[in-house]
């Protein structure tokens, strides 16, 4: 049951399928650091993927959780609305609104975090308040960024190492949600053989 007196049909593979969304997350942060090599259309397709499928298991995994859950699918479900908009056309046209798109994505997850943080203890608040703080960092980061970058685009266009920094953005955001999934995957092994 969770805080909220739900039983998770999960239940008996809770810990082994966070576990495995957790190592799932993490290869595609793996993925997201190798958008620089993509070329700059397809790279908002291909993040505009990497965010719903991680956003789809997200949701996956929170449907397991035992706390939290409804906070934890949320998260999961404001990855996929993210991604989602970068499939569309108004986040491939320019470099800008994608920037923007993820700004939002990432200051809402941070929020979403912080609230999911207050109904954990131990580890898994913890690694949540991490990930919390890592994607609202990264948000803070690509605020002070994009006046920077309206300016390099303004004047040269969307550059390669512009590119690149948005992917590892990406990419850390995924890390620090593999590593939690991770945390809470180890604590929900321990509550069902305790």
């Known amino acids: 049951m969770d805080d909220l007196g739900i039983a998770s049909p ?16 993490l290869l ?10 993509i070329d700059r259309r397809g790279g908002a397709y291909v993040i505009g993927a990497l965010l719903v499928t991680a956003g789809l298991i997200e949701i996956l995994a929170g449907s397991a959780r035992r706390s939290a859950r409804v ?3 949320a998260t999961g479900a404001a990855t996929v609305l993210a991604g989602i908009l970068f499939l569309s056309e108004h986040a491939t ?9 993820a700004l939002v994505w990432l200051a809402l997850r941070a929020v979403l975090l912080a609230l999911t943080s207050r109904l954990t203890d131990g580890g898994v608040r913890r690694w949540t308040l991490i990930a919390a703080v890592t994607d609202a960092l990264l948000a803070l980061v690509l605020l002070v960024g994009l006046q920077i970058a309206a300016l390099v685009v303004a004047f040269v266009g969307p550059t390669a190492p512009l590119v690149a920094s948005f992917a590892w953005v990406l990419a850390l955001s995924f ?5 939690m999934l991770l945390e809470v995957a180890s604590c929900a092994r321990e509550m069902d053989a305790g």
Do not use: N, Y
Request: glycine share 10%; charged share 5%.
């Open 93 to 101: 046209r320019f470099f800008l609104p994608a920037v923007t798109i």
């Open 10 to 25: 999960l239940a008996p593979i809770r810990h082994r399928l966070i576990h495995s969304a957790g190592w799932l997350v």
């Open 175 to 179: 890390v620090a949600t593999g590593l």
């Open 28 to 37: 595609l942060g793996a993925g997201a650091a190798l958008l620089p090599l």
């Open 71 to 73: 906070l934890a699918m």
